[in-house]
């Protein structure tokens, strides 16, 4: 039997339709979609973290991301665009699970990944005689100690409670 093959154009998609000659379809193949981001950088509570784009191979050319039904949230302040991008600014210091999906055409995979936020570090240093700080010097980029971070003082002693030296040393 002859086979015939005929062009269909429906929308904006090409379409290979095969009539006859046996039963192996025929079309441009499709390479299996997989996600290519095996691990995420560490953020810090309270600083910016560094804009990071999930990749993925295969599908037709074009991936949409998103957090996967059923997934734990990204860590507090972050989010994902559809694009892929990961962006914002960690409040909370933990490690993060979570899974993501990427849609490619018809196919759909996830992946599961993780981010550690860190706790911020702030040096307290004194200016003048006597045990009592009176200026906190802060992280770059961290205009405050969020709740949970971290006060060492110069002699490295870390601090229980920061916002009580912290009430002290900015006033």
Known sequence: MNRRVL???VGSLLLTLACGGNDNPTGPAVATLA???????NGVQGVDYETLTLAATGGDGSYSWAL???????????TLSADG???GNPS??????????VTSGLQLVQAALSITVEATLVRICATSAGNM???????????????GGIVVLCDGVHLADPRVVLDKALT
């Open 7 to 9: 062009p269909l154009i």
């Open 85 to 87: 991008d990961i962006t």
């Open 35 to 41: 996600v290519t981001t095996t691990s995420l950088s």
């Open 68 to 78: 996967a039904s059923g997934s734990g949230p990204l860590p507090s302040g972050l």
């Open 133 to 147: 700080p009176n200026y906190a010097t802060l992280a770059e980029g961290v205009a405050a100690v969020p709740e």
């Open 92 to 101: 909370t210091s933990a490690t993060w699970d979570f899974s993501v999906e």
